[in-house]
Every structure is written in C-alpha cells, then in structure tokens.
C-alpha cells in the first residue's frame, strides 16, 4: 500500500515567520502534489511535481514556493506567513501521467498562522 | 470550464438506511471519475474510480457508484450505511492527458444511531 507522509500533523507559526513542511512518499511515484483544503472552498491545487526538480504552478501558487530534490521528497515553502495561510495542507502522490491515475494523500498538516 | 458539483453540503441519515451522494461534473471528453473519503482529522482516501467499460463501478467499504453519461453524474450510493461512515465525501475529475484533478466541496455525511 503507498504511504505518502506528512511529517507534522499541527503547525502553529508566527506571521512572517518561513514555513516548511515536508512530504514524503514510499512507492516511487513521478507525480507529487500540493493542495490546500478550506472549508466550502474544497480542495486547491497549490504546486505539483512530475519529476525531480520539476515543478508547475496550480490554481493558487502566490506565496507559496515547493522543492523537489528527491523523488520521494516534496516540500511545500511558505516564505512569510500570513494570517490567509492557516489552513489544512495535504500532499498526494500518483503514478504515471494524466488524470487516470488516482491520487494517494498524506494526512494533512493543519497549520495556524498567528 | 471543467467543474465538479456536489450538491449537497451536508446529509444526515439512520444507521442501516440506504445512502445515494450526488456528484455532477462538466467535461469536455470521457472522464476519469474518482469518489475520495476523509474521516475526520484525516486525508483522503480513495474509494472507487471510473475510466471506462462497465459504467456500475464497485469500491471499498461496500461502495458503489454508477455513472451516467446523459445525466453527467456519477454518484455514490451504499445499500446500508454503517456508523463509521460518518466522513467527508468528495467527488472528483481527472482531465485526461494532464496532471489536473478537479474536487467538489464535499458533501458531509452524519450518521444517526
């Protein structure tokens, strides 16, 4: 079974305060993602990765940046927190290309700016 | 545009009653059809999928959902519904021939005893 790995489960940071967290999966997935979860607002893509060091932009990627040095490693950067990113973070992985391929989630990190 | 729509924010039903989730979808093509759950404090975890052929798709935890080209649906039903299955349920879209996935927002099942 993949196990895709969130390394923290609760976050609390300080405004302005540089925020990573880390991501890791077990099943050689190409594809890696990063998605922000809010209540009504569903789930938004931030950044995905289909290969080391490669990276695209989703729906919402201002302020957030992500690096991918390994393949089972993607870690998601806040340069300066804000208040408007508290909020639910996971990460998925997937095999292959397109969207046929389902996605396997992390159990989140919930994090809280102040 | 490419959308999801759970219309159901939140349903409410009795242990052992039979359960159906909407999810209706705008895509241009064939899609790729998921149904995710998230327990709370938990993340996603799938639970049947759609590419192609039979359109009555079986998944886990004694599941279905059946696909309907003409209605643009794709919903999940469950003859009995079981406590545990109080949880977050998204529907989502995988666009062929890129890495996009788009989600509902969610449709919240609560269980009564």
């Known amino acids: 079974d993949v196990k895709v790995t969130q390394s923290s489960r609760y976050l609390v940071k300080r405004t302005g305060e540089k925020v990573f967290l880390e991501c890791v999966q077990d099943m050689d997935h190409e594809n890696m993602f990063w998605y922000r979860q809010d209540p009504g607002l569903g789930l938004r893509l931030i950044y995905f990765s289909y290969d080391v060091k490669m990276k695209e932009k989703g729906d919402i990627p201002e302020g957030y940046s992500v690096s991918r040095e390994k393949k089972e490693r993607f870690s998601l950067i806040l340069e300066s927190a804000s208040t408007n990113q508290t909020s639910m973070y996971l990460c998925?992985?997937?095999?292959?290309?397109?969207?046929?391929?389902?996605?396997?989630f992390g159990n989140g990190t919930r994090l809280t700016v102040t | 545009a490419q959308s999801v729509t759970q219309p159901d924010i939140h349903i409410t039903v009795s242990e052992g009653a039979s359960l159906e989730l909407r999810c209706n979808y705008s895509?241009?093509?064939?899609?790729?059809l998921f149904w995710y759950v998230q327990s709370p404090g938990q993340g996603l975890q799938l639970l049947l999928k759609?590419?192609?052929?039979?359109?009555l798709v079986q998944g886990i935890k004694g599941f279905e959902a059946e696909f309907k080209r003409s209605q643009s649906s794709f919903n999940l039903r469950k003859p009995s519904v079981h406590w545990s299955d109080a949880a977050e349920y998204f529907c989502?879209?995988?666009?062929?021939?890129?890495?996009?996935?788009?989600f509902g927002t969610g449709t919240r099942l609560k269980v009564l005893a």
């Open positions: 989502a879209v995988g666009a062929q021939g890129t890495y996009k996935y788009i």
């Open positions: 998925a992985s997937s095999l292959g290309s397109g969207g046929g391929s389902p996605l396997h």
């Open positions: 759609y590419f192609s052929g039979d359109t």
């Open positions: 895509y241009g093509a064939t899609p790729y």
